[in-house]
């Protein structure tokens, strides 16, 4: 073999050997990847189920779908408030929200609106923020309008 063939020879040796080694400690890594993913999921899993299942227990009556979903749509605004986003992914998740609730037509929903007040309340809106989500979500109709802000006082008090 000439100097250059060996010269091939080795790099082409060494290129496979650090692919192979590569290889084998994303293989090794993996596992414990999909560990901790699964980890995590399931230790917020069971927060979120132990919420759902003590609320779900409690009844399984439609007034009780409501009032559980109003007190999600309470926490999402809050939350939503204090970190800010675009108002058309606020009421997309709002509808998701619904879905996940079985409640049907969110948007004409007066406990969507109650909701939406009282998470208001929760992130301790200014009046201002208050009358610009109200204006932003309820628009011309004064139902929504007024359900906002009963949302609104019932949990700032």
């Given at each position: 073999?000439?100097?250059?063939?060996?010269?091939?020879?080795?790099?082409?040796?060494?290129?496979f050997?650090?692919?192979?080694?590569?290889?084998?400690?994303?293989?090794?890594?993996?596992?414990?990847?999909?560990?901790?993913?699964?980890?995590?999921?399931?230790?917020?899993?069971s927060?979120?189920?132990?919420?759902?299942?003590?609320?779900?227990?409690?009844?399984?009556s439609?007034?009780?779908?409501?009032?559980q979903?109003?007190?999600?749509?309470?926490?999402?605004?809050?939350?939503?408030?204090?970190s800010?986003?675009?108002?058309?992914?606020?009421?997309r998740?709002?509808?998701?929200?619904?879905?996940?609730?079985?409640?049907?037509?969110w948007?004409?929903?007066t406990?969507t609106?109650e909701?939406?007040?009282?998470?208001?309340?929760k992130?301790?809106?200014?009046?201002?923020?208050?009358?610009?989500?109200?204006?932003?979500?309820?628009?011309?109709?004064?139902?929504?309008?007024?359900a906002?802000?009963?949302?609104?006082?019932?949990e700032?008090?």
């Amino acid at each position: 073999m000439t100097l250059i063939g060996r010269r091939r020879h080795g790099i082409a040796r060494l290129s496979f050997d650090l692919l192979l080694g590569a290889f084998l400690i994303a293989a090794l890594l993996l596992p414990l990847g999909c560990s901790f993913s699964a980890s995590s999921k399931s230790s917020s899993d069971s927060s979120d189920s132990s919420a759902s299942s003590s609320g779900s227990s409690a009844s399984s009556s439609p007034d009780s779908r409501e009032t559980q979903y109003r007190n999600d749509v309470r926490d999402y605004t809050a939350s939503y408030v204090k970190s800010g986003g675009r108002m058309e992914d606020f009421k997309r998740r709002l509808g998701e929200l619904a879905r996940e609730r079985d409640v049907t037509n969110w948007e004409e929903n007066t406990a969507t609106y109650e909701g939406i007040g009282r998470g208001l309340g929760k992130a301790q809106a200014s009046p201002v923020e208050v009358q610009t989500y109200t204006t932003n979500l309820a628009g011309s109709d004064p139902k929504k309008a007024e359900a906002i802000q009963k949302g609104y006082e019932a949990e700032k008090s």
